[in-house]
């Protein structure tokens, strides 16, 4: 059954998980297929991803045709780069590099149409008047800051990613691995307290699963190039252990 961001955002707000899967590859039959293996969103990412911005409407068309919602990490939390993916088919941005919570309360305002907001009107494909506004919590000002991100009016969630996060608290490498996870699980009891949806980027339904399981409601179970890559070594191994 084919949902929204109107629904994505209702059940967030019920306390109730999402589960969705996460895109740099490039091409609508990429976020066609994702989409239809049941994924309540697909985030296709602008920032790291491999994907041209000129694909944003046929991709996001084809998301929203297989049932699922189409969410875009925009490029940058610069004004122009949050508005592009929204009038091109998105129905809601993950912004990275949030530094604290006026820039979050900046974000939310270019997501806003006036009077509420500075968006500019000029959307050409699909997209929604209202979309979802996640920002992304991956460095040390946004973490000191983060009861005041967290009461940001108009924020649908956060999203933390760990691996910029470890970088700008310094907690890289194996050896500081525990220290992170006790980071990334503060920070999902200090936004489930808040009554705010919040998500960790993982890898894996298995480390999502652990995510959700602390209150995670934003759950990301899989990144297209990381699960095609494990699963093509996987069957090279038996049809190479088979023919030895």
Not at 81 to 101: C, H, K, M, T
């Amino acid at each position: 059954m084919a949902i929204s961001e109107l629904d994505l955002r209702r059940r967030w707000s019920r306390g109730e998980p999402c589960h969705g899967l996460w895109s740099l590859l490039p091409g609508a039959v990429t976020g066609e297929v994702l989409a239809r293996a049941g994924a309540d969103f697909v985030v296709v990412d602008l920032q790291h991803g491999a994907v041209a911005e000129a694909e944003l409407p046929g991709i996001t068309a084809v998301i929203t045709g297989a049932g699922a919602v189409p969410l875009v990490r925009a490029r940058s939390p610069l004004f122009a780069d949050i508005g592009r993916p929204l009038d091109l088919g998105a129905r809601g941005v993950l912004v990275p590099n949030v530094r604290d919570a006026g820039h979050a309360r900046e974000i939310v305002a270019a997501c806003r149409y006036a009077p509420a907001g500075g968006r500019s009107i000029g959307r050409l494909s699909g997209g929604a008047d209202e979309p979802l506004v996640i920002v992304m919590v991956e460095t040390a000002t946004a973490l000191d800051d983060l009861d005041a991100v967290l009461a940001v009016d108009g924020l649908d969630g956060i999203y933390v990613g760990p691996g910029d996060l470890s970088l700008s608290l310094e907690l890289t490498g194996a050896d500081h691995e525990a220290e992170l996870r006790g980071v990334l699980s503060s920070i999902i009891a200090r936004a489930t307290a808040a009554g705010l949806p919040v998500g960790v980027h993982a890898y894996s339904g298995k480390a999502a699963a652990g995510f959700a399981a602390e209150g995670a409601t934003i759950v990301t179970a899989a990144v297209d190039t990381v699960s095609l890559g494990e699963v093509v070594a996987q069957h090279l191994a038996v049809a190479r252990a088979s023919s030895g």
